[in-house]
């Protein structure tokens, strides 16, 4: 799911632009899965609210699939003031859209994610956990 902005987004090409990135990033995702041996398909949506946009696409699959359970991720920093910061971006619509599920009857894990910073640059996995994930090919 995309947010649409339209401070950002000043017209129908940027908006099919957008769409067209959205749509190339999640290909790159269901092929990962595919790689992996799991079944994928995917779904994308726009829209100004994304919490909002991803509870639509939710309603939609679990009209689909009646027995799914979603999941999703969230940041968890180890730095307390990046911590700090991370509530105010986008760390919260995991949360929203799991109470929206859930008014739905429908079940969203939250699983976290952590972001350790690091001062050499990215880290790099351990030689037995970076050969059971497979590299992506673009």
Not at 40 to 56: W, Y
Not at 99 to 113: A, D, H, M, W, Y
């Amino acid at each position: 799911v995309a947010e649409v902005d339209s401070g950002q987004l000043k017209g129908p090409e940027e908006v099919r632009h957008l769409e067209q990135q959205v749509a190339d990033d999640l290909v790159e995702y269901c092929r990962f899965a595919s790689d992996l041996g799991f079944h994928s398909e995917l779904r994308a949506g726009i829209g100004p609210d994304v919490a909002l946009e991803l509870h639509r696409l939710c309603l939609s699959v679990a009209n689909e699939f009646p027995h799914v359970v979603f999941f999703a991720g969230k940041l968890v920093f180890t730095n307390e003031l990046d911590g700090y910061v991370s509530r105010f971006l986008h760390n919260h619509i995991a949360l929203e859209v799991q109470n929206r599920l859930q008014t739905e009857g429908l079940s969203l894990v939250i699983l976290p994610v952590r972001v350790m910073p690091t001062r050499n640059g990215p880290r790099i996995p351990p030689p037995h956990l970076a050969q059971q994930v497979p590299a992506m090919q673009k």
